[in-house]
């Protein structure tokens, strides 16, 4: 790992030169006008090689700085155009190649719902709940039915009032693309029907979502806090008759250390050694990256690139002599997609450019990127994006429908059924890409072969991965990277081995405590105060703010912030390009 870490040293210096090519969303850090962001603040991440990070001082920010969050990029008129029916003037997902409807086509899930498990139950993803570990989710329509909410984990949660369960509006995004399920005419086994292309369905209509909120309003978060939302998954995945079988992880930071110490990476291994696919996104910096985020680093888990539609199916689109599905069977690596190095490239790629999903009514994203809303959709519903975040839950619902088929499969035997079978990305750098792009039809029908006896099928899902396994003893700052949170009125920046709640952290207690799987009791986390104690009558877990005790310690704000602060701390602007939910 030394070569990769060496890569992203080298390459910190020269962060503004992404902005012209990455996809960025823009958060205001102080109440103050707009002004170009400012060169790189100093950081101090201590000596990056050892795992061990210096606790630097507080960074100070000057007002009005613009931070720019790399993410997803919402909207593409050029899309909706051609989305748009030439006859009624309205949205026909047909004509887009974006659309959930094009999307499970050309990946070939309509062609898996068609099939059935053993129970004679059509492979929907019935059974398996995937964790949406994101900004939250918000009970829309296609949801609301399906939809367990998990702690609020985000600094919103010490809101006097509570506040809406995706505030930011990503989580949404991704819980729709992964398992959206509109009321469709289904077959005696629960198929729905190939050929609807006006009910939004995702790649895995019928698994269960269990949503954990993490980020605020604008989509900060911290990774302790995603650490801790991770171990909640692990230690709650058979609560209420779930059966979480995949977490989607669409974050990711520029990590400072080798996976082999890091405590982000340590909790994706341990949720992947408890039986858990941990699908993450690889990352929106581009082919001059240097490197996957972080935890996409961490090589047991499945990094996920995206992919762009063939621009000469398209064309045919237009005058249509083609259906857009069709332009994915010829796809090229998207221009934002991270590339990994030849120690870590990009495990698989799936549909990441112009994915139509649902949009979060009244959240950040809803509200600050218009634009994002598909033209000309009568049910005014839908929201348009790009990155490597919706890559990564086409992955993620790709996984609950082999998981359905057999429920035997380990993370590994479904990360080597998928990577075995990708459909090539002709002329694409494999660092970028993978194996390919996902084609689950062609995966199912290894994981059947394999029950069937069929020694090559077999000895494919039977291997099992042999990486050195990540101790997480190493820096929380490090793992942060560049990115820090920081408080909009004092100007003070969460840094050092400490928690988002201030708290010292030890990597040997929490190392202890999950191999015993005790890192959660009730609503404390390694003994301190961040959620309720229990689930609620509703279904969802019970909220609660932390302590005062917590707010006093916290060296990056003041005690006692009010409730309108709390749902605006911001990400530092040294760091515009790091942290992100991707």
């Not at 099939?115 to 993803?125: C, M, N």
């Not at 359905?404 to 590994?412: E, F, N």
């Not at 190392?511 to 689930?535: H, I, M």
Request: net charge neutral; charged share 20%.
């Amino acid at each position: 790992m030394t070569s990769d870490l060496q890569r992203r040293r080298d390459r910190r210096p020269t962060r503004q030169r992404l902005r012209s090519t990455a996809l960025a969303g823009t958060a205001l850090v102080a109440a103050a006008t707009l002004v170009p962001a400012a060169p790189a603040l100093a950081a101090s991440p201590g000596d990056a090689g050892t795992g061990v990070a210096a606790v630097a001082a507080p960074t100070t920010l000057q007002p009005g700085l613009l931070s720019s969050v790399l993410g997803t990029l919402w909207g593409d008129r050029k899309t909706d155009d051609l989305a748009r029916n030439p006859l009624t003037g309205k949205y026909d997902a047909r004509r887009d190649p974006g659309s959930l409807y094009s999307i499970t086509t050309a990946i070939g899930a309509r062609d898996v719902w068609q099939q059935t498990d053993a129970r004679g139950a059509a492979l929907t993803g019935k059974g398996v709940t995937v964790a949406v570990v994101d900004s939250g989710v918000a009970p829309v329509q296609g949801l609301a039915g399906k939809l367990v909410q998990g702690p609020d984990l985000s600094i919103e949660a010490n809101s006097a009032s509570p506040l809406s369960p995706d505030s930011y509006g990503h989580g949404t995004h991704m819980a729709s693309i992964i398992g959206t399920a509109d009321a469709a005419s289904r077959t005696r086994t629960g198929a729905p029907s190939v050929l609807d292309s006006t009910s939004q369905l995702g790649v895995a209509p019928d698994a269960g979502l269990l949503a954990l909120k993490l980020a605020n309003t604008d989509g900060s978060t911290d990774v302790s806090q995603v650490i801790a939302g991770l171990d909640w998954v692990v230690e709650h995945r058979r609560d209420n008759g779930m059966d979480v079988r995949v977490v989607n992880l669409s974050f990711g930071t520029d990590g400072l250390q080798s996976y082999q110490v890091d405590p982000l990476a340590a909790a994706v291994e341990r949720a992947w050694q408890r039986g858990v696919v941990v699908v993450v996104s690889a990352g929106n910096e581009g082919p001059d990256s240097g490197g996957l985020s972080n935890p996409a680093i961490d090589p047991y888990v499945i990094a996920v690139g995206a992919t762009s539609p063939s621009t000469s199916v398209l064309s045919s689109v237009t005058n249509g002599a083609a259906q857009a599905w069709s332009a994915w069977s010829t796809p090229s690596s998207a221009s934002f997609s991270s590339r990994g190095t030849s120690e870590r490239p990009v495990d698989i790629a799936a549909p990441g450019t112009s994915v139509v999903g649902l949009r979060a009514p009244g959240s950040f994203v809803d509200t600050e990127h218009p634009e994002g809303r598909v033209a000309n959709d009568a049910s005014a519903r839908l929201l348009r994006g790009s990155g490597t975040s919706q890559a990564a839950a086409v992955v993620s619902g790709a996984a609950a429908l082999l998981l359905q088929a057999d429920p035997s499969l380990t993370p590994d035997a479904v990360k080597a059924a998928l990577t075995s079978t990708a459909d090539p990305v002709w002329g694409a750098d494999r660092r970028s890409v993978g194996a390919g792009q996902v084609d689950v039809a062609a995966a199912l029908r290894t994981v059947k072969a394999a029950k069937a006896g069929d020694l090559r099928a077999r000895a494919a899902l039977s291997a099992r991965q042999s990486f050195p396994r990540s101790t997480g003893l190493g820096s929380l700052d490090a793992a942060r990277g560049t990115a820090h949170l920081v408080d909009p009125e004092t100007g003070a920046a969460l840094t050092g081995e400490v928690d988002v709640q201030g708290r010292a952290w030890d990597g040997r207690v929490w190392s202890a405590a999950a191999a015993q799987d005790a890192t959660w009791s009730g609503g404390l986390y390694l003994g301190e105060r961040w959620s309720g104690d229990t689930w609620a009558s509703s279904g969802s877990w019970q909220r609660a703010r932390w302590s005062d005790a917590a707010w006093q310690r916290a060296r990056w704000s003041a005690a006692g912030w009010d409730s309108a602060r709390w749902s605006r701390a911001r990400w530092s602007s040294s760091s515009y390009d790091s942290a992100r939910w991707s």
